[in-house]
């Protein structure tokens, strides 16, 4: 069975859109958050929004780290209901997006990275699918914006497991659901 691990950018007011704001705060610590994910994982799962940004910007992106081979290199499942061909290394999800990756989930043997893609986040939130929550709180409030957790969400217990503050001011929190967190 696979994991599931969802790793976002968030202000302090929980908006996750448009990440921009996150740009002044990158430094050595985040790059290596971020290396240890992608590196971390078996595929990225993925709504389309952010396939489409991804495929758009990855190709055509080099580094000595092996960062962009890796991205580019990985298997992408993309929950979408207007893409038609799967490219850039991507099988398709159709139709009811929690079933097919409750599905996907119980048939894969790896871990499956969630980034970004806050619509799909809100449909894996509400099924109780994801296994770890890794949020990056950056030291910026913004007002207004699409938030991570919108009204109305599943009422989760999560347990902090790991937390860590960079010299930027961001706040890295790892959380699990409370009854899977370990001790």
Do not use: C
């Amino acid at each position: 069975m696979g994991t599931i691990v969802a790793v976002e950018y968030l202000t302090v007011d929980g908006v996750m859109e448009q990440p921009a704001w996150s740009a002044p705060y990158f430094n050595d610590e985040v790059e290596q958050f971020q290396f240890e994910n992608l590196f971390g994982s078996d595929a990225l799962l993925l709504g389309r929004v952010t396939y489409e940004g991804f495929k758009s910007a990855w190709p055509s992106m080099t580094d000595e780290r092996g960062f962009a081979d890796r991205m580019n290199s990985l298997p992408k499942y993309v929950a979408t209901n207007t893409l038609t061909d799967g490219e850039w290394n991507a099988t398709l999800l159709h139709g009811d997006v929690r079933a097919e990756v409750a599905d996907l989930k119980e048939k894969f043997d790896g871990t499956l990275l969630v980034n970004g893609s806050g619509q799909l986040f809100t449909a894996l939130h509400e099924a109780g699918l994801i296994d770890e929550y890794r949020f990056m709180i950056y030291p910026v409030v913004v007002g207004i914006g699409k938030r991570l957790f919108p009204e109305g969400a599943a009422d989760r217990t999560l347990q902090l497991v790991k937390s860590q503050i960079t010299d930027s001011g961001v706040a890295i929190l790892t959380y699990q659901p409370a009854n899977e967190a370990s001790a």
